[in-house]
């Protein structure tokens, strides 16, 4: 397994936040990232992990796509609307991140 914080050694960021769930907006900013070779995208919180169930899995599986469509790792914070319940029932790897997908980690807090 790869660690998304340092193996990657990106040289650019690009800071997103607030996307709520909303699959379009982060369809666009994943795009928007891999079409200027911008290899991690950092979202800032809200990002919509909600209730489990169809609709977060459908936006998970959809972020999921676009990033490995445009060879972007997502690297998230948690906002105040995320299903903490279910966040937190994930568990941490080696490298102290919540893998949520292939291409998907949340960073707990403290990060």
């Not at 928007?32 to 919509?48: C, E, N, S």
């Not at 959809?62 to 948690?78: H, Q």
């Not at 102290?96 to 980690?105: A, D, T």
Request: hydrophobic share 40%; aromatic share 10%; proline share 7%.
């Amino acid at each position: 397994m790869t660690n998304p914080l340092t193996d990657t050694a990106p040289d650019r960021v690009l800071a997103a936040g607030d996307w709520h769930g909303n699959t379009h907006r982060a369809y666009g900013v994943i795009q928007a990232a891999g079409m200027r070779d911008i290899p991690v995208v950092l979202q800032l919180g809200d990002f919509g992990f909600w209730t489990p169930g169809s609709g977060t899995d459908q936006y998970l599986d959809t972020v999921e796509k676009a990033c490995a469509e445009f060879d972007v790792t997502l690297l998230w914070i948690d906002g105040n609307h995320e299903c903490f319940p279910a966040l937190y029932s994930l568990p941490l790897n080696e490298f102290g991140l919540r893998p949520v997908r292939e291409h998907i980690h949340h960073l707990p807090r403290g990060f």
